[in-house]
């Protein structure tokens, strides 16, 4: 398969299976939105709930946060995006369409032209990425806001209340999981690079002069629930050193968590910065208040310094997908098959009987009914029973439950295990014990 079959079936496998739609495709979409269908929402919130577990409900030091998208605009002209969260681009001269200037490479003859049509491009333009909004019903200056392009501001302007309700010493982190909007000039790969998407973040504030050692440190903790809490595949990570002239205005060191996309070769799923005592400086000139940390010790007050580990939901989203996808033969059969671990699967056990029949679909039912509390689940009595399970293969379902003609004698059923294929008789007194040791909590 070429890359871009490979990316194809999975923006096919994800529509027709319901996990990802164009947003508004009624009317023909919209470059850089997406919708999550019922079971995308599923996956996404198993991300999130792995995630916040990790770094907030597992940690005595991390606590999390919620805070509001649009934020006062003051906040990003002291954060510095206003001057410089942008990228430079370029437009055809002849089809019209825009490009990043980074995405624009010599041809064979070493001319550079528009990739699309070889028209003429125009010279290279910074284009801030802020979405601008107006708040209430006057749209002028005064009026100008922006929704969110990152969620640490909001950890940043929060240092204080933070601080003083929790009682935190250092080192401590605040983290929060929210939307964020970037006006990307180039869009694409699916859900690679939207304009709206969801970000989980972490502000871990230390002592200065320890911020190399816990940067080392989040770095193998945060690979650590790449290959252990999502299971994917080592050899498709790498860490990557920015060099100098690629770190942000506000970073002394970054290390990207690069994924082996099929389309793009190692590109960011997260990144890591020390981005020192930047920030808080930053907010203290601007807003005029002090933000900082007693340290009892020393009786001084100090600007910690800030470990930022930033990823994107929908990015990671899409890593689990082509990392857990395989296409295999059973018995001269194709199979499609996502090998999700199970506490990330949309659903965790389909109930199926043996076939549609007037004795079978009560008794299934009734199953179905004592799991439903348990777990997310499927009811399927539509074709074969093999077609069925090939189905669930395909979502990554770790578990289905078939109820056949003696079930209805010795009141047991077949557990039936995605990856080994293996089935075990169980009764069905024991059903919801059994498959809960099977199947961790997200
Ligand atoms: P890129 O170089 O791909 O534009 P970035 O370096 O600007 O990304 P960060 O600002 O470090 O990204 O954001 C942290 C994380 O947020 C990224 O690792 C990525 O997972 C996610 N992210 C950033 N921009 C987008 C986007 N447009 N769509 C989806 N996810 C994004």
């Keep these: 398969m070429t890359d871009k079959q490979s990316m194809d079936t999975f923006v096919s496998l994800c ?262 005592d930047f920030d808080l400086k930053a907010h203290e000139e601007a807003a005029g208040r002090t933000l900082r940390y007693f340290d009892e010790p020393s009786g001084e007050s100090i600007v910690p310094y800030v470990i930022e580990p930033a990823m994107g939901v929908d990015r990671c989203f899409l890593t689990i997908l082509i990392d857990s996808y395989v296409e295999e033969e059973v018995k001269d059969e194709k199979r499609t098959v996502l090998r999700l671990k199970p506490h990330l699967a949309p659903i965790k056990v389909a109930v199926l009987p043996l076939s549609r029949n007037e004795k079978l679909t009560p008794t299934a039912q009734r199953v179905h009914e004592l799991l439903r509390p348990h777990f997310m689940t499927q009811f399927d009595d539509a074709q074969s029973i093999g077609r069925r399970y090939r189905r669930q293969d395909e979502i990554g379902t770790p578990y289905c439950v078939t109820v056949d003609f003696d079930t209805l004698d010795d009141d047991a059923v077949t557990i039936r295990d995605r990856d080994t294929m293996t089935q075990d008789r169980v009764p069905v007194s024991n059903l919801p014990d059994v498959l809960r040791e099977k199947l961790p909590p997200v």
């Design 15 to 276: 529509k027709r299976r319901g996990f990802v739609f164009q947003s508004s495709e009624i009317y023909g979409g919209l470059g850089g939105f997406w919708d999550y269908g019922p079971l995308g929402v599923e996956l996404k919130n198993n991300i999130k709930r792995s995630w916040w577990r990790n770094t907030v409900q597992e940690r005595a030091d991390v606590v999390g946060i919620e805070t509001s998208i649009i934020m006062n605009p003051r906040v990003w002209e002291a954060s510095g995006h206003v001057q410089t969260f942008a990228d430079p681009m370029v437009d055809c001269k002849k089809c019209k369409h825009r490009f990043r200037t980074d995405d624009i490479k010599p041809n064979d003859k070493g001319e550079i032209s528009c990739p699309d049509c070889s028209g003429e491009l125009t010279d290279s333009r910074m284009f801030n990425l802020m979405f601008k909004t107006f708040i209430g019903p006057v749209a002028d200056d005064a009026s100008v806001a922006y929704l969110r392009p990152e969620t640490a501001q909001g950890m940043f302007v929060n240092f204080e209340n933070v601080l003083t309700t929790m009682r935190k010493k250092l080192p401590f982190g605040i983290a929060q999981i929210g939307r964020s909007f970037r006006n990307e000039i180039t869009p694409g790969n699916f859900i690679f690079r939207d304009r709206e998407f969801e970000q989980m973040e972490m502000e871990f504030f230390v002592m200065p002069g320890t911020d190399e050692e816990w940067h080392d440190r989040w770095i193998e903790t945060r690979m650590n629930w790449w290959t252990e809490d999502l299971g994917i595949r080592k050899e498709n990570l790498q860490l990557r050193e920015h060099p100098e002239e690629e770190l942000s205005h506000y970073s002394k060191r970054t290390v990207d968590i690069d994924y082996n996309f099929p389309f793009a070769g190692f590109s960011e799923v997260e990144g890591i910065a020390n981005r020192t």
